[in-house]
């Protein structure tokens, strides 16, 4: 593999974490096939930051076309006609002008090479953003000209299965899309949208103030990137494509639910489309994008830039569908920037890929060991894999195919390993319930006995045994295995030589089958781990402290869907 493969990439993923520093300084800039890897100056550090940008789509001379042109200015798109309607009357309502005004996403802008004199972008997170002097480039002086919340749109027949009136909440998209009462959900790219990266922040906002445990938070936000149906839409041609519809019903299966603006939603409203959109206030992470009147600190035209600023006026921007003052009980946006692109870059570098998987979990006696959850109650490792275990099963997406094996030897006898749920794709049924639903009542109902042995390393064998058949191409292949201790107390036992080198002879590079090792609490044999995750092409990943089973989870769930 090289040196990008998937699972190495997970180590530029920052982890959703209150506590985190940044990353070493750098900078880094590599072209390839039109992707641009950006190292983003943040807080003294580093935050890798992935872009995306056709030819067409680089960042122009942000100037208008006339040679009197003195002030350039650059606007998101939803406001640029406000602005340049107020442009228009310093100009003398000619065409042309000292003021010239573009239209501009802010995430090309925030690359540009030339940066405008006035920048009003669409959150004022992308002046901290910028690649291109950042904050010192320019100032902003009184708050923000114009704000728009983040709505959740949706077709009206859809509406009322997430939302009550105009009032939902993100943990009810979440649930309604993994239950399937959602049809569809539809993303911007929060890389290059303010739509997109302040929604992927409010969701994660919504998903930590759900739970106590910072990992089932990043299970249930990735339940719901793991359903999407396009993560890299753009809010505009979302807007598009509902508008040219004339059924209610294929505009649901086409965009379903999506953000957008309020601003921008209220504009569709009185455009009189065929379709109706009704869009609804998500009150566990209500989110609004700000238009700052950013002024370059090296313009030469100040006072033209004041005398624009004024000439901008509530009243118009009302008519426009803008808020003029602050909506309330939304979320603050950071002040940090990688605490804002960390959960933009990880939704970004997810993977939607059919998907097979052998989850084997052991169930030996070590697993009946007290332990805390993160809400400071008593339990048992077993009780935490149950609580972590029901958020993960959400998780897979309807592409997948699954299996489940417990590991244990409860008797001198017994096999090294029990078929709970047999591989197949998770919405087929497995009797009379689909495969996700028995993984559920599986894992639900685990329970270890008091004294049994672990034969940790006979069931990788057995189970790479049974997954290489099954790997093809366009598919990640892949096992993924919890263990709390060492390979032990059972007639399986084999020296950790002896079962490394039978791994290692076994291997077909062809027909590969990484291994993820999730090390479940301190007994965990996390150097074995390490090995066969090393021999396999895999990743160990440690859970010392059994309360971060759930975080551990993540990260492996990450870790199979990070790009190549």
Not at 248 to 261: H, K, L, R, Y
Not at 325 to 343: E, F, G, M, N, Q
Not at 505 to 531: H, N, Y
Not at 554 to 564: Q, V
């Amino acid at each position: 593999m090289s040196d990008h493969s998937w699972h190495d990439a997970t180590a530029h993923l920052p982890e959703h974490d209150p506590e985190q520093q940044p990353m070493t300084a750098g900078v880094r800039l590599m072209l390839t096939a039109m992707i641009v890897t950006v190292l983003v100056l943040v807080a003294g550090g580093t935050t890798w930051w992935l872009y995306s940008q056709k030819p067409q789509e680089q960042a122009a001379r942000p100037a208008g076309p006339c040679s009197d042109t003195v002030l350039r200015v650059v606007a998101a798109p939803e406001i640029a006609p406000v602005v340049e309607s107020a442009a228009r009357t310093i100009n003398n309502d000619r065409d042309c002008g000292p003021i010239g005004v573009t239209a501009q996403e802010p995430a090309v802008t925030a690359i540009a090479p030339e940066q405008p004199d006035v920048w009003i972008p669409s959150s004022s997170a992308w002046l901290r953003i910028s690649l291109v002097g950042g904050v010192e480039a320019y100032r902003v002086d009184g708050g923000p000209i114009a704000r728009s919340p983040i709505v959740l749109a949706a077709p009206a027949p859809i509406a009322g299965r997430f939302a009550t009136g105009d009032k939902t909440t993100w943990m009810q998209l979440m649930a309604g899309v993994a239950g399937h009462q959602i049809p569809a959900v539809t993303m911007p790219d929060p890389l290059h949208s303010s739509v997109g990266m302040l929604a992927v922040y409010a969701i994660q906002s919504a998903m930590d103030e759900s739970t106590p445990d910072a990992g089932i938070a990043q299970l249930r936000a990735l339940t719901l990137r793991s359903r999407l149906k396009d993560a890299a839409a753009d809010p505009a041609d979302l807007l598009r494509r509902v508008g040219a519809q004339t059924d209610a019903g294929a505009a649901a299966a086409d965009v379903g639910v999506f953000p957008i603006t309020e601003q921008q939603l209220t504009t569709y409203q009185h455009a009189g489309h065929p379709i109706a959109l009704k869009g609804s206030y998500p009150s566990d992470g209500l989110i609004e994008a700000d238009y700052p009147f950013a002024i370059s600190t090296t313009t030469r035209q100040p006072a033209l830039a004041e005398r624009l600023r004024a000439a901008i006026g509530k009243a118009a921007l009302t008519d426009a569908g803008f808020r003029t003052y602050a909506t309330p009980h939304t979320i603050k946006v950071p002040d940090r920037s990688d605490k804002l692109l960390a959960p933009a870059l990880q939704w970004a570098q997810y993977r939607t890929l059919a998907f097979q998987v052998l989850l084997l979990i052991d169930a030996s006696g070590s697993m009946n060991k007290p332990a805390v959850d993160k809400a400071g109650r008593k339990t048992t490792k077993a009780g935490l894999l149950r609580q972590s275990g029901l958020a993960a099963t959400q998780l897979f997406g309807d592409e997948t195919s699954v299996g489940l094996w417990f590991f244990n030897t409860p008797a001198p006898t017994s096999p090294p390993h029990t078929e709970m749920v047999p591989f197949g794709p998770i919405n087929d049924k497995v009797g009379a319930r689909t495969r996700r639903a028995a993984m559920a009542a599986a894992i639900g109902g685990y329970k270890a006995p008091n004294e049994a042995g672990t034969p940790l390393f006979q069931t990788i064998l057995d189970a790479q045994s049974a997954m290489r058949p099954h790997v093809k191409p366009g598919a990640i292949t892949l096992m993924i295995v919890l263990s709390d201790g060492a390979d032990a107390e059972s007639r399986y036992a084999m020296p950790k030589k002896t079962f490394l080198d039978r791994l290692a002879k076994s291997q077909d590079r062809e027909r590969q089958v990484p291994i993820i090792g999730v090390g479940f609490g301190p007994d965990a044999d996390m150097a074995t781990l390490t090995d066969m995750a090393r021999l396999t092409d895999g990743k160990a990943i440690a859970a010392r402290d059994p309360a971060d089973l759930a975080s551990a989870m993540a990260k492996a769930f990450l870790a199979a869907h990070a790009p190549s």
